[in-house]
């Protein structure tokens, strides 16, 4: 089971990137699937989520307007694209998958960095 994340980079503030989370060795189409971030000496953040059939989306406030996650079931991936990139953006992106209720079952990604700056 895994999550590998990349797109990430150095880019100019203003600027976009798009990350890609791609699964292999379990199906992500029913697990919902979220992207966090964790900026040097703070604590990870959710930065947005979309649910297992990509019909339901939700993001921080901070990002809102600025970034849009999707998903492709059919390609086991599921995406970051940033727009409209702020310094404050700048940290490790992590990719985050999860079912279940009562029992979870989740996997992290190893994380992507993303800078921002000019």
């Known amino acids: 089971v895994q999550l590998v994340e990349s797109g990430g980079g150095l880019v100019q503030p203003g600027g976009s990137l798009r990350l890609s989370c791609a699964a292999s060795g379990f199906t992500t189409s029913s697990y919902a699937m979220s992207w966090y971030r964790q900026a040097p000496g703070k604590e990870r953040e959710l930065v947005a989520t979309?649910?297992?059939?990509?019909?339901?989306?939700n993001y921080a406030d901070s990002v809102k307007g600025r970034f849009t996650i999707a998903r492709d079931n059919a390609k086991n991936t599921v995406y970051l694209q940033m727009n409209s990139l702020k310094p404050d953006d700048t940290a490790v992106y992590y990719c985050y998958a999860v079912r279940g209720a009562t029992v979870k079952y989740a996997y992290w990604g190893q994380g992507t960095q993303v800078t921002v700056s000019s």
């Open positions: 979309i649910s297992s059939a990509g019909g339901s989306t």
